[in-house]
């Protein structure tokens, strides 16, 4: 009965099977009476596994691979069949002994199906040039990590070798050059990366986000501010482009002037939060080049943009790029945080307790796999181009209300005359069952499901139609 | 078949039942035909809810309470009986629209069990003093957060009121002063309290965690070096305790005078990653008082020593104190990351899109249920004292190779004769089934499960024994 080709319900499918084996478990005695070790630590299995995770992550923390269905009470049972009494249960996190839903810490003990999964998941939609991922639990720390990769390798680059010397090893501790070097983010005037303290010193989209709250002097360039429909202003908007990448070079040298050099650029293919504003595959192959004239990382976050609403899985497909960036980060629609990362950017400090939680790999690989075999790809970019459509023809119709429709697939927006009359329009529409989000100062975002189809968007445009009537 | 009173499997209870309701599910056909308004929105159950939810959180961000198992595809429904089409998705976080599973955005659109949930199992076990609780994904997005808390709340106390200025509000944006502050977080050498910048910047365990990043200036005081056992040492441990009690407050007026005023204090009861560093009741209690008359925030950091393993649901209890904290945060045992925290640290802009995840909170309930109906405490406190009294026992009888064994309940730990001893027992360990870990330079820590009863103490001293017979 769990088994449905209805994409609404597909999610329940995986998490069926998960729970008719911990039915199966119930049955099962409670604990083990002692250890018993079968092979060396870790056996030919665990070496195996750690061989092959080894393709797509760093290993050098992990210890051995788990059976956690097998492990039970204070015994952790690995993949080579040993089983050993746990005082030291993950970092001090199994509360009260193994069960059947435990939480494991995929840095150093990580269950069998893990490699596989991440290679069904987040490895088979990978952008291109990179082989490698790395889970976390959220956008901020994805991004936090991220920047501390691109931090480590620029140094290690700096340096000529990853040997730190004593001074660097005694500095650090007490947070000071050269141990803790100035080296700074390049970030763009309306990015939004993130709150955590790392992540917010890149974010520049409302005041709100980063009142009260410490940060760095680390260079914010200029996002270019283009005019749409793109094809019609293509010659304004190339020229806004290019005073924004000198800007950037300049920073770059400034920045480096003054003892902070720029270790890496950090970017979204569309800023969202600070108004869905899109710049063109030109400025960005252009910004791509800059970064590596400079030496510096180039991090593309696409925690808002991926996971296929702009008809493309990878907002950054766009660009048709073979090598669009070093760093791909995610979140949001992707289920679990995460960063994608070229080889030489892959850093063995990068660790945490948990690094994510594996039972999203779990659901991700069924969403996956419902996008495929629905097509929905081809379904969000005809939706998309029905409602752009329907926007520009508002427009026209509203022009003292409307203006800028913009978007790719369904990851569309429009401007509202003003702050007040866009916060009245997203109350309407909710009150005649509508639920719409805003973004930067005046625009409506729109952010639906991929299995947004054609008709919804024409139930959407009626609605809208009605809701603008009344505030023209 | 899925009840029962064996804690190892608890976990699968309440899964189970998660489950039928799944199952269920599939039975229903796919999607409404449109969206579906009964009452405004917000609606009376919405609203009630919020109410309800305001005497835990903070939910200026919550738009309204949602029915994730009658929401489906594109329509979100609310608690109230609303059907909506939904353009907005949770901030883009559902892929491929509703199913049973999802990732609610709970700083939005919590489900409607959720304040219940909540008071189920994270207030059921809330600090004294404390009666609020923010969720996050994990240990370091949780210590940001509560730093961030800290740094609002002292400035708006600096100002005097809630209100910045337009220099406020525009220096921000810039990561300027004085909308970016220069405010600091005092915290210890030892120190550990996550891997992103600001939890960074305060983590000062091992070198090689900080190694590379660039940091903040902000004062870092000594930990007391305390001779074990405690109550051998009383007199010299006192006057080791005021000589770090007077450089915290020498740090606190240094940092004063050169404008980068200490916001808060960061400590953990017991010092973990740094090696198992103890104080006594007498050291917090003044290290409070301090705080308290500087003005700072105290934030007790219960990561690693939370949930129980001290033989107090957390460390801190130890201290016998009304009011121990402004601000207790935690992770790992609990399942989901979050901090309390008391009234007047509540920050309306602490929110990103997930805020944890729910099922965390299902099924850190159940481990409260089974720590409550097995008197798990009482067992953790049994079992270190044996634990204590064995290590006591070694201790006296390779004097050459062990020393300093410590602990409260089963959170011990105990010093070996030098690194590479230490490195080859842990192995030797292994090799024979026992899993153990280590922290600071050369200490053994014991992390068990709070199920790790007197006959698994025995089990694992055996072990011991005869590695270290081998290591003599």
Redesign the interface.
């Known amino acids: 009965?769990?088994l449905?080709q209805?994409?609404?319900?597909?999610?329940?499918v995986c998490?069926?099977v998960y729970?008719s084996k911990?039915?199966a478990?119930?049955q099962v005695e409670?604990?083990y009476d002692?250890?018993?070790?079968k092979t060396?630590?870790p056996g030919p299995r665990s070496k195996e596994l750690t061989k092959q995770l080894g393709e797509i992550q760093n290993v050098g923390a992990i210890n051995f691979f788990c059976n956690y269905e097998e492990s039970?009470?204070?015994y952790?049972v690995d993949v080579d069949g040993?089983?050993?009494?746990?005082?030291?249960?993950q970092?001090?996190?199994?509360?009260?002994?193994?069960?059947?839903?435990n939480?494991p810490a995929l840095g150093i003990m990580p269950p069998e199906n893990f490699p596989e999964k991440l290679a069904e998941s987040l490895l088979s939609v990978a952008p291109s040039g990179m082989s490698r991922v790395q889970t976390m639990?959220?956008?901020?720390?994805s991004n936090?990590?991220a920047?501390?990769a691109m931090?480590?390798w620029y140094?290690?680059k700096e340096r000529g070798h990853n040997n730190?010397s004593d001074e660097?090893?005694?500095s650090?501790?007490?947070?000071?050059s050269p141990?803790?070097?100035?080296?700074?983010i390049l970030s763009f005037?309306g990015g939004f990366h993130?709150?955590?303290?790392?992540c917010l010193?890149t974010t520049?989209s409302k005041?709100?986000?980063?009142?009260?709250?410490?940060?760095?002097?680390?260079p914010?360039a200029p996002f270019p501010k283009l005019k749409y429909p793109l094809e019609e202003f293509t010659r304004e908007n190339a020229q806004e482009e290019a005073r924004c990448l000198e800007e950037v070079e300049d920073l770059i040298v400034q920045w480096r002037q003054k003892g902070r050099p720029v270790a890496g650029i950090v970017i979204e293919p569309i800023q969202?939060e600070g108004g869905d504003n899109h710049a063109t595959p030109d400025f960005f192959k252009k910004l791509r080049n800059i970064a590596r004239k400079h030496g510096s990382a180039f991090h593309v976050d696409e925690v808002?943009t991926g996971?296929?609403?702009t008809g493309k899985f990878w907002a950054h497909e766009h660009w048709g790029m073979d090598d669009p960036a070093d760093i791909v980060s995610f979140?949001?629609?992707?289920?679990t945080?995460g960063y994608y990362h070229k080889d030489e950017l892959q850093a063995y400090?990068i660790?945490?307790?948990?690094m994510g939680?594996p039972s999203?790999n779990l659901?991700l690989a069924e969403?996956l796999n419902?996008?495929r075999r629905e097509n929905?790809l081809e379904e969000v970019t005809r939706s998309g181009k029905t409602l752009l459509q329907g926007l520009y023809q508002l427009q026209d119709q509203y022009p003292n209300l409307l203006s800028s429709a913009r978007g790719q697939g369904t990851f569309c927006a429009i401007d509202i005359r003003d702050d007040a009359t866009r916060n009245s329009i997203l109350l309407k529409a909710?009150?005649?069952?509508?639920?719409?989000?805003g973004c930067g100062d005046r625009s409506i975002?729109?952010?639906?499901?991929?299995?947004?189809k054609e008709y919804?968007v024409h139930?959407?445009l009626n609605?809208f139609s009605d809701v603008l009537a009344e505030h023209n």
């Open positions: 009965p769990c449905s209805q994409h609404s319900i597909a999610l329940t998490v069926c729970m911990a039915a478990k119930t409670f604990e002692g250890p018993s070790m060396e630590v039970r009470g204070n952790l040993n089983r050993m009494l746990d005082v030291y249960t970092i001090s996190s199994i509360p009260i002994g193994y069960a059947f839903v939480r639990a959220c956008g901020s720390c936090e990590n920047y501390k931090f480590i140094r290690n730190p660097d090893m005694s650090c501790m007490i947070n000071q141990g803790c070097p100035d080296f700074s005037m993130g709150r955590t303290m790392g010193a520049h005041a709100i986000h980063k009142l009260d709250v410490p940060s760095f002097d680390w914010i969202a808002q996971g296929g609403a979140s949001k629609k992707m289920l945080g400090r660790f945490n307790t948990w939680d999203k659901f969403v419902v996008i929905l909710r009150d005649k069952g509508v639920l719409l989000g975002r729109f952010r639906p499901a991929l299995v947004f919804h139930m959407f609605v």
